[in-house]
């Protein structure tokens, strides 16, 4: 089945959405999708990020979709003409909804522990303003223990559900939902009953944003400090992959997550299984000797937390000039722009925290081991 | 004198009850229909012209016709009683006072969309009217139009009240499904449409109480006949709930060709501003659709005159247009402040937003604090462009038309009353102490002539 997102034209299977479509290109035409997640049924088509028109239906009927259409629940059609980054219309209520994703955002990133690997951090970036125009006091809500190893920061939530698909989908007795409705709405828990499923600790690794933390790493270390290793050992826990990452500094275990793919989904196991993993693996196997380490993890994800991570990247560089009539905007590009990220520099390795006279010198730092970003054409 | 088909005998002695009901000719709908085939019921309702009477005005005999029909697989009709428009109280009518009618409605189309389970889903509030529905299906029941093998003929049907629990957005029929199922209520995305995948999952159809009301008066005279009445696309009758700065508020039957000039100011109807005071804008259908300044409302921008019904309330589009919506007709006088009008309005959608995508949720209560300091006389006049720029980027771009229901009223608010905004902003005080007053709202407008 023939599509064409932003003039360029792919082949896929019936049934895919829009979105799959645009990831299978990837780079700059692949909407960004904060609430829709592969690996969760029903999730989707509620923080309308994804959205995108829809210039041509189908061969058959080559009328244009009136609206918008979020790309993550609309499957494609043969012969479907999209217009991501090509939009204009696209790319204004994406920029809205950007905005109105943070206007009742705490804006905490710099005490938050999802900074640096946040999904709403890469979003403002690629497609928010800088400012805001609103003058109302934020909503807040009180933190929340739901269980001994998760902290709900309800004020930094974004209402994309992931946690409760993950909570329904995952655990046995259902316990986590929302309440309330309208911008009053939030995550909560049965009777705030301590989460103590097994498998609840995933809800922190599908949250896109620092809503749902992990108590055992919480204000431990910034993220982009640590040293991401990817490691595996046998569980004896069913449905638990076992395949994590381990986020060290030195030798020290900060935390441990599932594997991730470039579009921060928990990734299937090479051998085909869904990658989610257990909370005894999440939180009690803070030794490096827990694990059998595979090596270091290659991160293909753009983000500020891939600093010093990147391993044979590849950054498209054509394709999109002679199509947008401009050059493409790579999240890679924060690096650049914000002048005390290089890519170069594994922070990891530094015994101490950073200073901005780490970068800024020009001198390397002596610690810092030299990696090599490959830029590719195709 | 207009025709009556819904209203005819509500002011009837004990008409509520079985006995009253069938003497006046009650039922004889359901025993002509039950003697059709299903198939021919669609097409009457069809031949009938009738729109759905929920506010889209969707053509009911097409609706119908899309109903999936896998074999061996339950199919629903379901009821939408959840009424909680501001502004539309007509259902509320019907089901107190013409029960039966509303009964008789649902057999026929349960029986034409072979539903043998039906449902209706009745707002919270209306706590004493499942009551009466219960009763009136008690009765119908005693009488052999409900149950099992209805007048012989093999057909089944068991109706349900579901009482909602006070919920706005439980009125959008796939959030009522979700309700329906006893689960949070929740727009769902679209598609699946219910007519294929409804009801747990069952193919379903969603239709207002006054679409099936209309529908025993239609199988009665004829789909044709029943077309024969109103003008172009609008046919039949349609019930407006007037209310607001009127002499006559009330529930009123109309055969849409009268002009909004004549529902408004003859005695039949709204019976003219009260306390003799001017009229200055009006929404015609309900909360959701635009807000018309008194010139607009009573002639188009063509210079014509206007008529309660869907295509000519819709004339000039949003530019100058409105909508019949769901038939909630609110009056505003010359006393009346449009900016606080709209705040309230505003807050009303803030608080029935099912927050599950970030627009609606976010955009709301936004539209509603900036309103909130214009009408205090906080508000800055950037706020107006704001204002404007956030509810454009709310509408078409939510899951389920809240969100536009929530943008529309604030952007007809400012398209056409935008000196009212601006004089809050640049007279804080004396916009505390008074109101703008009728301005030119009133003011015959200039045709232009091409
Ligand atoms: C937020 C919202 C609230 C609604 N509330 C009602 C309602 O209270 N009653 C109603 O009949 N339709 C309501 N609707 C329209 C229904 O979704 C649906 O279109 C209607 O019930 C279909 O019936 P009809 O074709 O007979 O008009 C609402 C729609 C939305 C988006
Ligand atoms: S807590 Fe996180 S995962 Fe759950 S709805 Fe909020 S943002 Fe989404
Ligand atoms: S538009 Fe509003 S009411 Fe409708 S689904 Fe979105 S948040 Fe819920
Ligand atoms: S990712 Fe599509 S709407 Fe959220």
Known sequence: MKVTIDNITIDVEPGTTILQAARQIGGDVTPPAMCYYSKLEGSGGKCRTCLVEVSKGSEKDPRPMPKLVASCRTTVMEGMEVKSVTSEKALDA??????????????????????????????DYAHGNSGTRTEFVRRTFEKEDIGPYIQLHMTRCIMCYRCVFTAQQL?????????????????????????????????????????????????????????????????????????????????????????RDEWNEVRDTPDGRKGWICNTCRFHKKKASDWIIDGPTKIKRISVISQGHYLNLKKPTDTFVPIMGRDPKHLLDIHTVSEVNKTDIDLS???????????????????????????SNS | MSIKLLLQHDKKEGIRYYEAWRKNGGYASVEKALKMTPDEIVEEVKKSGLRGRGGAGFPTGMKWSFLAKPEGVPRHLVVNADESEPGTFKDRYLMEYLPHLFIEGIITSSYALGSNVSYIYIRGEYAWIPDILEQAIEEAKANGWLGKNILGTGFDLEIYVHRGAGAYICGEETALIESLEGK????????????????????????NVETIAAIGPIINMGGEEYAKIGVGRSTGTKLISACGNINKPGVYEIDMTCTVEEFLY????????????????????????????????LKTAKGEARYMNYESLSDGGFQTGSMLGSGGF???????????????????????????????????????????????????MSDIDLLWDVQRRIEGNTICPLGDAAAWPVAAAIRHFRDEFEWHVLHPEESQTRNFGLAHYADALEVATA
Request: some cysteine; overall charge neutral; hydrophobic content about 35%.
């Open chain 1, 171 to 259: 655990c046995e007795v259902r316990e986590h939902g929302i309440l309330d409705r309208g911008e009053r709405s939030q995550i909560s828990t049965y009777l705030n009953k301590a989460l103590t499923n097994e498998f609840i600790g995933n809800v922190i690794d599908v949250c896109p944003v620092g809503a749902l933390t992990d108590k055992t790493f919480r204000f431990k270390n910034r993220v982009w400090f640590t040293k991401p290793l990817d490691a595996h050992r046998d569980c004896e826990v069913k449905g638990c992959s076992g395949h994590v990452r381990l986020w060290m500094r030195g030798d020290e275990v900060f935390r441990v997550t599932a594997r």
């Open chain 1, 94 to 123: 994406r920029d809205g909804v950007t905005e109105f994703l943070l206007i009742n955002h705490p804006l905490d990133c710099p005490v938050c522990d999802q900074a640096g690997e946040c999904d709403l951090q890469d979003l």
């Open chain 2, 184 to 207: 949070r209520g929740n727009p769902r995305i679209k598609p699946p449409f219910p007519a294929v995948q409804g009801l747990w999952m069952r193919p379903t159809v969603v239709n």
């Open chain 2, 330 to 380: 609110i009056v505003l006088d010359e006393d009346q402040c449009v900016v606080r009008h709209t705040m309230s309005l505003a807050h009303f959608y803030m608080h029935e937003s099912c927050g599950q995508c970030s627009p609606c949720r976010e955009g709301t209560g936004w539209m509603y604090r900036i309103l909130k300091n214009l009408e205090y006389g906080k508000g800055k």
């Open chain 1, 349 to 375: 390795l530094l015994p101490r925290p950073a200073h901005s006279t780490d970068f800024t010198t020009g001198n390397v730092l002596p610690e810092a081991k030299q990696i090599n970003i490959q830029e």
């Open chain 2, 266 to 297: 003859s005695d039949e109807y709204c019976g003219g501003i009260a306390k003799g005071k001017r009229l200055k804008a009006c929404i015609p259908g309900g909360s959701s659709v635009p807000i018309l300044p008194a010139n607009l409302l």
